[in-house]
């Protein structure tokens, strides 16, 4: 069901301001006891890449190169039917491709300020992002019509995620706020005081019943959507080895650590891909793109093009062939086989954002 059915094109945005300024009496901000984080815990070094063990590898290829836009790319993201490919930046509009021939559809425009992030709703008919200018867009891509504006963030949104049922949105935003929206009234419903510095990455798990954030005080913190409150906090090790770490929240145990590419001054995300949750895919400041096999924490791939930083990933969930690659300097980058990745290049921060595996309990 469309959240956004029935609600008029032409409301404005200052009906939509009312609706979710800070002085909102509906919209309590959550100051539920924050559980402190447990100790790292280092699991086991990774299994050699000699193994003896034969698994399948992946074979990406460039297939296309995106050119248009001429400011630094903050994300890509395609939509879950994987028939469009949405990218923005500093240049305050998002811009929508087709994965499948590389042309240039439409720009999306609206924002007066750069752009950190985009979601797309499950139904792939709507596109929400997140600007400098304080607000979130949500879009009808086919139309280029902004159907909603929403205010609450006091400054710069940095990330957000739909729900699967698409009924809400979270963001995080740079005063460390963690926002949830209630989609089709175009209302913030919940205001969580999550962090103490920049948020950097917000997602539901499957069924919305819990929302991951992390952010640059170095904390990972799950939550429960219904009542805000906080349930785990998971603290990265400040003097740990370069690594990307896959936790199971439930024990607050880290499981693995995936190391080999270089992360040492921006913010690098990890995500599994769709194959059953084979790899886990992540960018690196050498310019390249790394993947690692899940279980064995091997290296089976390396993607080499880019002439900047690859900071971000974001794993798509149709089986249509290509995955792309922003630059922060100039054009995104289409490869193949068999299953979608986003990657991207961002001179932003320090700490990894968060992705959720499908099964309920894992967060990398």
Not at 117 to 137: F, M, Q
Not at 140 to 155: A, D, F, P
Not at 176 to 183: D, F, L, P, Q, T
């Amino acid at each position: 069901m469309d959240p956004l059915a029935g609600m008029d094109d032409s409301s404005t945005d200052d009906e939509t301001a009312s609706q979710t300024t800070e002085d909102d009496p509906q919209v309590p901000e959550q100051h539920a006891q924050i559980p402190p984080p447990p100790p790292v815990v280092q699991p086991p070094p990774p299994v050699p890449s000699s193994s003896n063990v034969q698994r399948e590898r992946p074979n990406y290829q460039q297939r296309h190169v995106l050119r248009g836009h001429t400011m630094s790319i903050s994300a890509v993201k395609f939509s879950p039917d994987g028939k469009l490919l949405a990218s923005c930046g500093a240049e305050n509009v998002v811009k929508i491709w087709s994965p499948e021939t590389g042309e240039f559809i439409r720009n999306l425009v609206g924002h007066t300020e750069g752009l950190s992030d985009v979601a797309w709703s499950s139904d792939s008919v709507h596109l929400a992002s997140a600007s400098d200018d304080t607000t979130i867009r949500i879009w009808n891509v086919e139309t280029g019509i902004t159907r909603k504006v929403l205010k609450g963030h006091s400054k710069w949104v940095f990330c957000l995620n739909y729900s699967t049922s698409g009924n809400l949105l979270v963001s995080g935003g740079c005063e460390g706020e963690v926002r949830i929206w209630n989609v089709a009234r175009g209302k913030c419903q919940k205001v969580l005081v999550a962090h103490l510095d920049y948020v950097t990455a917000v997602h539901f798990n499957r069924d919305a019943s819990l929302i991951v954030s992390c952010a640059l005080d170095g904390l990972i913190r799950i939550w429960n959507v219904n009542t805000g409150q906080c349930l785990k906090t998971l603290s990265e090790s400040h003097d740990a080895i370069c690594a990307i770490r896959l936790w199971d929240y439930q024990t607050s145990r880290c499981l693995k650590t995936y190391t080999g590419h270089t992360n040492a001054k921006y913010c690098i995300s990890a995500c599994f891909s769709v194959t059953g949750g084979k790899y886990i895919v992540a960018g690196s400041e050498d310019h390249k793109t790394y993947i690692w096999d899940l279980q064995t924490r091997e290296i089976v791939q390396v993607l080499e093009g880019h002439s900047d930083i690859v900071v971000a990933v974001a794993v798509q969930l149709s089986q249509i062939s290509p995955f792309a690659s922003g630059l922060t300097t100039g054009p995104d980058q289409l490869d193949a086989p068999k299953t979608l990745i986003a990657t991207l290049d961002i001179q932003h921060l320090n700490i990894p954002p968060i992705s959720v595996y499908p099964a309920k309990s894992l967060f990398g």
